[in-house]
């Protein structure tokens, strides 16, 4: 990040890669050479139209010399070091690479997130691959029928004679085997072009309900208030019984927590404590999970929220709702990282656990995660608990929580896409660091 006070070195730097003298500048801007000299070893403040003048005269922009506006040029530079360590780049000259060549370096940056871009949609492919039964189910039918064709074509191709009407067999079988096919091939290619739409029509329950979810940010204005809708009135939205069934189990969650959490005093306890649900909970005194069910529901920018992810699981550790976060890998299919908070909360049921994280191998962003894993309904003596696990994912600077600086788990969407290879929660070989080559 750029540090306070180092517009000076930016002016200077520019200055000696383009060969001008001090006293030349000096005289192009209308001050002497001396003040000129204190400017550029940051002993002055300079802005407005001095510092116009001074980016004019080296034929440069301001916001290249301007004090914290190469911050985000910046970042992404240390970011995409972080991300290939092995190029031992010399970061501790990011910041004069960034004033001598700024073009070079938000070329390096703009490739670092295309790479982190790219390797976020291996993820999600990947992650498909394994666990789409829709996917897994066209590709077994393309592979069955290719070992057919290929049987029949191998006896047809054989030595031995064949007798005219077992010929007529096998090539009728060899037709109908390359029709279906082809068949199968244009229906695998449509899937997977209706999978890349935007508009993609879900094709379970879970992901019905989390398509209705996703555009409100999970936030519902209809089951808050004095005057709430009923759920039952709003999962009619949804077109299969067992959505429906679902989208109103949801919605009764919902209805819970809003009655108990009302929004207005909710934000007005978020704005003065901030993102912090143990403080939260304490202060309304309900259940953590509650309160992170209920934090993932706010819209982000409420009394400074910032952007919520959500993941919710079962005790098998099966997902059950997800609510995605911008630079935090979430599988859409099958289970998460095993080093997220979320599953260490499976084994401490109703003892809270928190952790930092940064995506392995990705855009180094980091984030905090709170888990807590708590009874479904009331408990009773003469039945086990129906345990389910929620963990809130924010972005890390939330403003004292920022300052612990706490060591962040590098943690993937899986295993197949993950780079970290030391990983001791690894269940298969990855994809991107040859061990499948």
Same mark, same amino acid.
């Given at each position: 990040m750029a540090q306070p006070g180092r517009v000076g070195t930016r002016i200077r730097a520019r200055r000696l890669d383009l060969g001008i003298k001090q006293v030349a500048l000096a005289e192009a801007v209308g001050v002497s050479p001396a003040y000129l000299n204190l400017i550029e070893h940051n002993r002055r /403040? =300079?802005? *407005? #139209?001095? +510092? &116009?003048?001074? @980016?004019?005269? +080296? *034929?440069t922009e301001v916001f290249a010399l301007a004090e914290g506006a190469e911050a985000d040029l910046l970042a992404e530079l240390h970011a995409a070091c972080a991300a290939e360590p092995a190029a031992e780049a010399e970061l501790a000259e990011a910041e004069r690479f960034a004033a001598r060549f700024p073009g070079w370096a938000r070329l390096v940056a703009a490739q670092a997130r295309r790479a982190a871009a790219l390797e976020r949609d291996v993820a999600l492919l990947t992650d498909r691959m394994g666990h789409d039964p829709h996917l897994s189910e066209a590709l077994h039918d393309v592979l069955s029928t290719v070992t057919a064709v290929r049987s029949t074509s191998a006896i047809l191709a054989g030595p031995e004679e064949i007798a005219p009407e077992w010929q007529r067999r096998f090539h009728r079988n060899l037709y109908e085997d390359s029709q279906r096919l082809a068949e199968g091939a244009r229906a695998l290619v449509s899937y997977l072009e209706a999978e890349a739409s935007a508009e993609r029509t879900p094709t379970t329950p879970q992901e019905e309900l989390e398509a209705w979810l996703d555009p409100r940010g999970h936030h519902v204005p209809e +089951?808050? *208030?004095? !005057? /709430?809708?009923?759920?039952? @009135? +709003?999962? =009619? #939205?949804? !077109?299969? /019984?067992a959505s429906r069934a679902l989208a109103e189990a949801h919605f009764r969650r919902y209805r819970a927590a809003a009655e108990r959490l009302p929004f207005a005093p909710l934000a007005e306890a978020l704005g003065r404590i901030g993102p912090d649900p143990g403080a939260l909970a304490d202060r309304f005194g309900v259940p953590p999970g509650m309160m992170l069910w209920r934090l993932a529901c706010l819209p982000e920018g409420t009394a400074g929220l910032p952007a919520t992810g959500l993941v919710a699981c079962d005790a098998s550790g099966t997902p059950i709702l997800r609510k995605p976060i911008a630079g935090f890998p979430m599988p859409r299919y099958g289970a998460g990282c095993p080093l997220w908070p979320l599953y260490r909360a499976i084994s401490r049921p109703q003892q809270p656990v928190a952790g930092a994280l940064v995506p392995a191998g990705g855009w180094p962003e980091r984030f905090e995660a709170f888990a807590v894993c708590e009874p479904l *309904?009331? /408990? &009773?003596f003469d039945a086990e608990p129906v345990l389910q696990a929620v963990m809130l994912v924010l972005p890390e600077h939330n403003g004292a929580r920022a300052e612990q600086a706490r060591p962040a788990e590098p943690v993937g969407a899986g295993c197949r896409v993950c780079p970290r290879a030391a990983c001791p929660a690894r269940r298969e070989p990855s994809l991107t660091d040859g061990a499948l080559a």
């Open positions: /403040p =300079v802005g *407005g #139209a001095r +510092l &116009r003048a001074i @980016a004019d005269a +080296l *034929g +089951l808050e *208030g004095e !005057s /709430p809708s009923a759920p039952e @009135a +709003l999962a =009619v #939205a949804f !077109s299969a /019984p *309904g009331t /408990p &009773r």
